[in-house]
């Protein structure tokens, strides 16, 4: 008796202090950039057709469907991913705006996938192309994984993970009833699916990019208290990864980037309901590297979708794929969910650091298409998804971004209110009769004001974050300055009988820094306060601009302008800072170049980071990175198409298939070797390339190896300094197969090009 009244007080009192969102019915965003965002995404979402969106999912449940299916990413095998996001982003959005269409279209979408589950008859939804046949070689222990393909189908649990999420939000968020129904069905279905897999299968089975599924069963546990799916949550988590950063260990480099920070976020919700220390240790230690050692300026992590070495930027720096979209959306989720645990307003810094910088910056302000890859490359840009053409992840993590930007404005826990960031909204905590109205112009000014609307006089602490970037803040009550002792990465607590009609004004003083690229680089971006500049450096040759519908719509398509011809600063260091001349608060002249803040610069090629060179440097490096570009640019001219092995786009781009094969990072390069065969799809347009190249890592011994394309096996030309040689016969499509012989692998191949000359 007495011990359990004990522990009802502990866990009161920590309850008490335990950090809690508001829900987004609770805050309204009013006229500003991140009210601006959210309305062009109301628009965007409404530009898609639901009926299309489900086609996937009526094909597979047999149903006759309403409309054909989206092309692009809908039809090439993540049949039905971006309807689940759909769920998720009508669910929010509903929940921000109020908006009545979201509502009549969420309820649309889930009583139809309730159809189709009724149909299927075992509690099975999904969009997945021939899912029945594929999820029953599962289930028979079938399983041949890889990072991205399970028996040769594109990254079936990631898509079916959207599926899971978007249901969980139609009822968490959106207290849909049916889509909790649907969601248990599915959930008791996958647990019937993976009941005769040993933990070794199930281990087998998440080596293939998984999206979130320990967190979804998480999920459903809360929901549910059943324990069988916190069981499998548990299952479901992906132990190759778990266990280095359980030992304190970063083995990220080369891995996937995005398909690990979702399994993340799932350890951390695991530990949070078992009270497991050491997994949310994992997950503490996960978000510290990839946001202090792997992140750029921006917020954004690794270039081609995978995680660079920490020491070296420079591939980073070249590549046209910087820094995804979606991986800044799961490590926000991430941030947030240790942010609530720990109560640690250092995750905040990086939370605000990645919202302007990446995520308002990755929609168009006005078309509001999404951009996949913000690279970091001087002179180039970014390309923008259109309603009908780009069925990308980063669509589908887009449409969820720019709904939910009320999620971490505020916080509470039982008796007193924080204020997080500085946008103007209106905070209703409608329990306590709390009405909060902020009216700020932040970033382009240095103040915010708070007015409060209280029902009735109460007492309880406002607290206001001090930013990390803040030089100092002051904090007037009624117009009279407040002393406090906190200090950057806390909260300034003002306790007091509050009444109606308080106002509370808060005053920045933020500089400008250079932030260099972690270790050694001379490369450096200009970060004011929060916000990250950049300047417009030209509209030259924006080919791709707008995506159209190809496999790689999301990729640039213009020229790469020579890395030594970009802007740098050369001077001596402590000179660098002064060649600003402000024009604003966060618009700023150097030399010829005009900075603003990136989240506001579209439509056009930019430069954010600047390399820093003293003038003997300057001269010296130039002649240098002449000669490597020059060698560089002329490959790629020479170059028809390419396949760089082992990585995830380009080898789906060129249809890859295979068996026996394995693909990995070394000295900086990804590559893919294979013990029985593997092949690719090359385009080669009106012959033009009369030569395959191949790269690899080790010598190739042509006794091991034969080649064939289009069925025809080909005579190897040369083989020496890890590269082999092939000319071409005349055909516009080549059906390229590598097999092993004498039970040898092949060497780790990383490129393959097709050549002009
Ligand atoms: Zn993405």
């Excluded at 609770?26 to 601006?36: I, R, S």
């Excluded at 700023?588 to 390399?611: E, G, I, W």
């Excluded at 590559?671 to 890592?697: D, F, P």
Aim: with cysteine; proline share 4%.
């Amino acid at each position: 008796m007495k011990k359990t009244l004990l522990f009802l007080l502990l866990s009161s009192s920590l309850a008490s202090a335990q950090m809690q969102p508001f829900l987004l019915q609770d805050v309204k965003l009013t006229e500003g950039v991140f009210k601006n965002a959210q309305e062009v995404d109301l628009k965007y979402i409404l530009a898609l057709n639901p009926d299309k969106l489900l086609a996937p999912y009526l094909i597979d449940a047999e149903l006759p469907f309403k409309a054909e299916r989206y092309g692009n990413w809908e039809s090439s095998g993540l049949d039905g991913h971006i309807g689940g996001h759909y769920l998720s982003a009508l669910a929010m959005m509903y929940a921000s705006t109020g908006n009545a269409e979201m509502k009549s279209r969420l309820e649309y979408m889930v009583s139809e996938l309730a159809r189709c589950q009724a149909k299927n008859g075992n509690g099975y939804v999904g969009g997945i192309p021939n899912g029945k046949v594929f999820w029953d070689r599962i289930h028979k222990g079938d399983i041949d994984g890889s990072t991205f393909g399970l028996n040769n189908t594109w990254v079936p649990l990631y898509n079916i993970h959207k599926l899971f999420a978007g249901l969980r939000d139609a009822y968490q968020i959106a207290d849909n009833q049916e889509a909790k129904k649907v969601l248990i069905g599915l959930g008791d279905w996958f647990l019937e699916l993976i009941k005769p897999l040993s933990d070794e299968q199930i281990q087998q089975v998440l080596r293939t990019e998984h999206g979130g599924m320990n967190e979804v069963f998480a999920d459903l546990y809360i929901i549910t208290k059943e324990s069988k799916y916190l069981d499998a949550a548990q299952r479901l988590s992906h132990q190759s990864i778990l266990k280095p950063l359980l030992a304190k260990e970063d083995k990220l480099t080369g891995l996937h980037a995005n398909t690990q920070i979702p399994k993340v976020i799932g350890f951390e919700k695991i530990a949070k309901l078992t009270s497991n220390a050491d997994w949310s240790g994992a997950a503490q230690y996960f978000w510290q590297n990839v946001s202090q050692t792997r992140s750029v300026a921006f917020g954004g992590n690794s270039f081609r979708e995978h995680f660079n070495p920490i020491n070296d930027f420079k591939k980073m720096l070249v590549s046209n794929q910087g820094p995804e979209t979606c991986n800044s959306f799961n490590m926000l989720r991430l941030s947030m969910a240790l942010f609530l645990d720990k109560n640690d307003v250092s995750y905040l810094d990086f939370y605000e650091r990645t919202l302007y910088n990446h995520i308002l910056s990755s929609q168009h302000p006005e078309k509001g298409g999404f951009v996949y890859f913000t690279p970091i490359r001087p002179n180039h840009y970014r390309v923008y998804s259109q309603p009908e053409t780009s069925m990308w992840c980063c669509v589908g993590s887009g449409i969820e971004n720019h709904s939910k930007y009320g999620e971490l404005i505020y916080s509470h826990n039982t008796e007193d209110v924080f204020v997080n960031l500085f946008v103007p909204s209106e905070l209703n905590w409608q329990a306590k009769g709390i009405q909060l109205i902020q009216k700020t112009n932040f970033p382009y000014e240095n103040t915010s004001d708070l007015t409060l609307n209280l029902t009735k006089k109460q007492a309880f602490t406002l607290n206001i974050r001090y930013p990390k970037w803040a030089e100092s803040v002051k904090v007037l009550v009624n117009g009279k300055v407040q002393k406090f002792d906190a200090k950057p990465s806390e909260y300034i607590g003002l306790k007091r009988k509050w009444k109606k009609g308080d106002r509370v004004s808060i005053q920045f003083e933020m500089k400008t820094r250079l932030e260099y690229l972690p270790y050694d680089s001379n490369w450096a971006a200009f970060v004011r306060g929060p916000i990250v500049l950049a300047a417009k450096t030209s509209t030259e040759d924006l080919k791709g601009l707008f995506a159209d519908d190809s496999r790689m719509g999301h990729e640039t398509k213009g020229k790469l302008f020579p890395i030594n011809t970009a802007y740098a600063l050369v001077d001596e260091p402590e000179n660098y800072l002064t060649k600003l001349k402000p024009i604003d608060n966060l618009n700023f002249t150097l030399d010829s170049l005009h900075l603003q803040p990136f989240f506001d610069l579209h439509d056009a090629r930019y430069q954010m980071y600047f390399q820093t060179l003293t003038k003997e440097d300057y001269e010296k490096q130039k002649e240098i990175q002449k000669q490597n570009e020059i060698a560089l640019l002329a490959l790629e001219a020479r170059t028809i198409d390419k396949i760089n092995c082992g990585e995830q786009q380009p080898e789906v781009d060129h249809q890859y298939k295979g068996e026996q094969s394995n693909s990995g990072y070394d000295d900086e390069q990804f590559w893919r070797n294979t013990r029985s065969y593997i092949s690719y799809q090359l385009q080669n347009r009106n012959s033009a390339g009369k030569y395959l190249e191949i790269s690899a890592l080790d010598e190739f011994k042509i006794e091991n190896i034969e080649i064939t394309i289009n069925g025809k096996v080909l005579e190897i030309l040369s083989f020496e300094n890890k590269k082999l040689r092939i000319q071409l016969t005349e055909s516009d499509l080549l059906n390229l197969k590598i097999s092993a012989k004498n039970k040898m692998p092949t060497a780790r191949m990383t490129q393959i090009r097709i050549l002009k000359n």
